[in-house]
């Protein structure tokens, strides 16, 4: 650890220049005595470091000090810095590492590409998560991180969306794959393509067996398959709606995977029509939230659906009005 924070306070030198002892303290979490003595270790090693003490004082290197690593270019130095907004490096346990590695990234480019570097890591943000995405469950990646980097076998106890009881499986894993901030295990059961939601796994251990990947099939393979069988998977049925038009873009944005094609929005009237496609027609009940601001067209037997499904709805909260009516009704009188 020691041997790493010194490279740490190297290079933030290398970037910053004059650093005060108590801001190299607080990033690396030490005391302001442990970065003197690193000073001096430093300095003992060859590095030629000083402090200067007072109120504009600070560590510093000696002029015209530095390592530079070649190579890079502009634009490659800029790609790196982005990394850092993805999101992903926290449910691996790697922040803290990525952070170092980026450190270590900016004292080493080119001294004409570093200011371009710091303002892009401050200018781009990337956020992975969907909007309102509601509380997510904390996942445990590090079996399953575990499994994958030793390249052996799996045991999952998974419940599947719709089961009360989780079921078991052996598995061989490819790898982690981070969708729009939910992360899935990618592996074969039985030499077939299998997806399994992280969260979803209840337990995980790993085997001693060493895994037992398709020969010449990598990560990035399985996963162009099973995210086209998720994307591609043809509905059962072609359903038409009409959408009040200031309703559209909010329609549109919660139904994107339903759409079948893109409305023409063309026109001024108060109503567009737009076309959708479900697996099965109990699917169509996803269009009950928006009431009376979007109509199923065809086919009759959607419309069926949402009627049975709109009288259950009533039937329910009528039920449940009688009953407080009712129990309003034995309540004993007060008295005057």
Do not use: C
């Not at 002892?21 to 005595?33: P, T």
């Not at 999101?87 to 450190?103: F, I, P």
């Amino acid at each position: 650890m020691k041997a790493d924070r010194l490279l740490s306070i190297l290079l933030l030198l290398q970037t910053r220049g004059r650093v005060p002892a108590h801001e190299l303290a607080e990033r690396l979490e030490v005391s302001v005595r442990t970065i003197y003595r690193d000073v001096e270790a430093l300095s003992a090693s060859g590095v030629p470091v000083y402090a200067e003490r007072g109120r504009h004082g600070g560590i510093e290197l000696l002029a015209g000090f530095r390592t530079d690593v070649t190579g890079l270019t502009a634009d490659e130095s800029r790609a790196l810095f982005i990394l850092a907004a993805q999101g992903a490096h926290a449910a691996l346990g790697l922040d803290a590492a990525l952070g170092s590695a980026l450190r270590k990234v900016m004292a080493a480019l080119p001294a004409p590409y570093r200011p371009a570097a710091e303002v892009t890591s401050r200018r781009i943000l990337v956020d992975a998560t969907r909007w309102k995405g509601g509380p997510q469950k904390a996942v445990d990646l590090d079996v399953l991180q575990d499994a994958v980097f030793a390249d052996r076998r799996l045991r999952l106890r998974y419940r599947h969306s719709g089961e009360r009881e989780p079921r078991t499986y052996t598995v061989d894993p490819y790898g982690l794959v981070s969708k729009a901030g939910v992360w899935y295990l990618v592996a074969d059961r039985r030499a077939g393509p299998r997806l399994f939601r992280a969260d979803r796994v209840r337990s995980a251990t790993v085997l001693d067996d060493p895994v037992r990947r398709r020969p010449g099939v990598e990560l990035a393979d399985v996963w162009e398959v099973l995210r086209r069988q998720v994307e591609e998977r043809p509905g059962g049925l072609d359903v038409t709606v009409r959408v009040r038009r200031e309703r559209l873009d909010m329609f549109l944005r919660l139904s994107a995977a339903q759409l079948a094609r893109l409305p023409d929005t063309d026109g001024e009237g108060e109503w567009v029509t737009v076309g959708l496609s479900y697996g099965v027609v109990g699917e169509v009940r996803q269009l009950l939230p928006f009431a009376d601001h979007v109509e199923v067209l065809a086919p009759p037997q959607a419309r069926a659906e949402l009627a049975a499904a709109a009288a259950s709805v009533t039937a329910l909260y009528r039920r449940g009005a009688d009953a407080d009516a009712q129990a309003g009704d034995s309540r004993p009188p007060r008295n005057p």
